[in-house]
């Protein structure tokens, strides 16, 4: 069965679009579901898309997160991110791993934004990059729980980080770093002797 990321939206961003688009943007909602279905797709995970502007709805929501074992929970919690002890309790109540999101860069703006209740709870926080910040997100998501890509084969074994770069050849012995940083070095020299003489 596919995983699933619930992507967790709390009040007015059902207004994305025409809400303070000077600050907002004006991709809409639907935009950012397209978006994050789209994201979701490139590693596998099934997406449970969201929004209230009802506080408990936003903790239901992530109780069932937990109770259906989702992968993850991407969370925009507009401003009950600065004002829910209930949302931020819920959090750190459940296992699912959960990731802040907001589109506006929160520390560029007022004070009492500049406080987030979800931040001490959740795995990571982002925020600034507009609608775009969804996507990056679930890539992290996708990163931390080491989601597999699209058309990866899962009988593959992972190979271990030591063996050689990506994209080296596996025929190739793969050379030790001290030669290579080596070799880097010899060409490093060569160039500062060419440019003294
Ligand atoms: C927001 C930032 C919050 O301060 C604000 O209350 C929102 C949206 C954002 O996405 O930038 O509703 O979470």
Redo the contacts with the bound molecule.
């Keep these: 069965m596919a995983k699933s990321v619930y992507v967790l939206n709390?009040?007015?961003?059902n207004l994305l679009g025409t809400r303070e688009p000077e600050t907002?943007g004006r991709a809409t909602l639907k935009d950012v579901e397209a978006l994050c279905r789209e994201a979701g797709g490139r590693h596998q995970l099934k997406v449970e898309f969201r929004q209230s502007n009802h506080e408990g709805e936003i903790v239901d929501a992530i109780h069932e997160a937990h109770a259906k074992q989702a992968a993850g929970i991407v969370i925009?919690?507009?401003?009950y991110?600065?004002t829910s002890i209930a949302i931020r309790d819920a959090i750190a109540a459940v296992t699912v791993p959960v990731i802040e999101v907001?589109?506006?860069n929160?520390f560029a703006?007022e004070s009492f934004?500049h406080l987030s209740h979800i931040a001490p709870v959740a795995k990571a926080s982002l925020?600034g990059f507009g609608i775009a910040g969804y996507a990056l997100a679930i890539d992290g998501l996708a990163a931390l729980i080491g989601a597999r890509r699209a058309g990866e084969r899962s009988e593959q074994p992972a190979r271990p980080p030591h063996k050689g770069r990506a994209g080296e050849r596996s025929e190739e012995p793969a050379r030790p770093v001290h030669k290579r940083a080596g070799r880097a070095l010899a060409r490093t020299r060569l160039v500062a002797a060419r440019q003294k003489g």
């Excluded at 709390?10 to 961003?13: A, C």
């Design positions: 709390g009040p007015n961003l907002y925009n919690a507009g401003a991110t600065h907001h589109i506006s929160v703006r934004r925020c």
